[in-house]
């Protein structure tokens, strides 16, 4: 199982992201997948979860309205749109699939 983050970077308040989790190595159709999210000094925390066909996604209470997850199964990716940023959304942002594989991350940093 291979993970991939990328599409992190520096934003403003209240700008936009979109991150990628390219994944290989295992059958990603058939597989419900998740966002995780660390902060320094923090634990890391759930985001999002996003089920095999991309039809049922849950998210965090700190994120809803303003992050999307996504998938296409045709390619193997996973997606989050980030939408209205807060600095408090500054973190390593992960992608988590089956047999608790995880990404390396890719770095999110909300600052003006």
């Known amino acids: 199982v291979h993970l991939k983050e990328s599409g992190g970077g520096l934003v403003q308040p209240g700008g936009s992201l979109r991150l990628s989790c390219a994944a290989s190595?295992?059958?990603?159709?058939?597989?419900?997948m998740s966002w995780y999210r660390q902060a320094p000094g923090k634990e890391r925390e759930l985001v999002a979860t996003?089920?095999?066909?991309?039809?049922?996604?849950h998210y965090a209470d700190s994120v809803k309205g303003r992050f999307a997850t996504s998938r296409d199964n045709a390619k193997a990716m996973m997606y989050l749109q980030m939408n209205s940023l807060k600095p408090e959304d500054t973190a390593v942002y992960y992608c988590?699939?089956?047999?608790?594989?995880w990404g390396l991350g890719t770095q999110v940093t909300v600052s003006s």
């Open positions: 996003i089920s095999s066909d991309g039809g049922v996604t």
């Open positions: 988590h699939g089956p047999y608790d594989s």
């Open positions: 190595g295992f059958s990603f159709s058939t597989n419900f």
